[in-house]
């Protein structure tokens, strides 16, 4: 699903704004680091530049990478599953359409991943904060996706909930316990997902 990532609106670009927020951009700064053993310079950047999309498109794509290669690692079966993946360029197509079936094919899940007869939808959420509330899936109060999990990839943790336990009023928070190494519907190798977190550190340090 393409939301935006700072009023949870849809958008046509994971990671990105939508164009109300793209338009009311503050101006600030941030900073992209390449990988330090390459020695390669440090460029800053501008968040009101175009390429601003580009740079958060970026954060979420290596987020769902990190979350599809953690799940294969684990030896689960992991389909993409999201518009852009099941549905090639229909993006474009459904620009400006706001019918029923034009909105649940935008929140579609990013990921099924698949083990021992059972499947689940995966959708794959970066915040640097390391926070996540049913706001930020569900504004309208109308997700189709009742039986998703949500996992949040931060720059210290990967984190999971139910979209069920968000409406429950649970939420994510830097120092809650919803670890994915805790859920009962995985019972995964909590020493793997250390070794995807200390990914994720290194990726999104200067995030």
């Known amino acids: 699903m393409a939301d935006c990532i700072q009023c949870g ?6 990671g990105g704004l939508c164009t109300a927020c793209y338009k009311n951009k503050n101006g ?4 992209l680091v390449v990988d330090k053993d390459n020695a390669a310079p440090v460029k800053s950047f501008d968040k009101t530049t175009d390429n601003k999309w580009v740079y958060n498109l ?10 599809e290669q953690l799940f294969l690692s684990l030896g689960f079966q992991v389909f993409k599953y999201g518009m852009e993946n099941t549905i090639p360029g229909i993006m474009d197509l459904l620009k400006g359409v706001r019918d029923e079936v034009a909105m649940e094919i935008r929140r579609m899940p990013d990921l099924v991943v698949y ?15 390391g926070t996540f509330q049913l706001k930020d899936i569900d504004k309208n109060k109308d997700y189709p ?3 998703a999990l949500i996992l949040l990839v931060s720059k210290k943790h990967i984190k999971c909930i139910s979209y069920l336990e968000l409406v429950e009023g649970k939420e994510i928070t830097p120092t809650c316990r919803n670890y994915l190494g805790s859920r009962k519907e995985f019972e995964t ?6 070794e ?3 990914y994720a550190v290194k990726f999104f340090e200067n995030v």
């Open 28 to 31: 600030e700064q941030v900073t």
């Open 115 to 129: 083990k021992d007869g059972k499947a689940h939808f995966i959708e794959v959420k970066f915040r640097a904060n």
């Open 58 to 67: 970026i954060k979420g794509r290596i987020a769902e990478t990190l979350v």
């Open 196 to 198: 995807y977190c200390q």
């Open 145 to 147: 996706y009742q039986n």
């Open 189 to 194: 190798d909590k020493e793997k997902i250390i």
């Open 9 to 14: 609106s849809f958008t046509k670009y994971n």
